[in-house]
């Protein structure tokens, strides 16, 4: 990697319930230098986002248990989740659903399959917006 290339600096967790995907974003964001970890449903982010402690979280719109909607609702009503930065990952793109996305807690909105690059430059924004 060189030294123009954008760093990923922290700690991800990655959630999605198809493994090869969270997996292969998980592997994306340790290329540029996170520490990640992975969840497969709802329940397990927020398990995991409570151990883990995360710096951002790119978690998943459509998964059962417990929906990306739902799990970033209740990351947000923790006291150690208010500052994670958190963005939606959807094969869904339309107005209506990035607005859905922002109202249960979301920081921004990645529609799939993610752009490495695209995905870094939102992380940058966002962190620098949350402080």
């Not at 319930?17 to 540029?32: F, I």
Request: negative net charge; hydrophobic residues 45%; proline residues 5%.
């Amino acid at each position: 990697m060189s030294s123009e290339e954008p760093e990923l600096q922290g700690r991800v967790l990655v959630v999605d319930d198809v493994q090869d995907a969270a997996a292969s974003l998980a592997m994306v964001c340790e290329l540029y230098g996170a520490e990640t970890r992975t969840a497969l449903d709802g329940l397990e982010a927020v398990r995991v986002a409570a151990e883990f402690r995360p710096d951002v979280i790119l978690m998943d719109i459509t998964m059962p248990t417990l929906n990306g909607y739902d799990a970033a609702r209740r990351i947000r009503e923790q006291d150690w989740g208010k500052n994670m930065v958190l963005i939606a990952l959807t094969g869904w793109g339309q107005p209506r659903d990035v607005e859905q996305a922002l109202a249960a807690g979301f920081d921004g909105h990645l529609l799939k399959p993610v752009e490495p690059l695209e995905m870094l430059d939102l992380v940058r924004k966002l962190r620098k917006r949350r402080g």
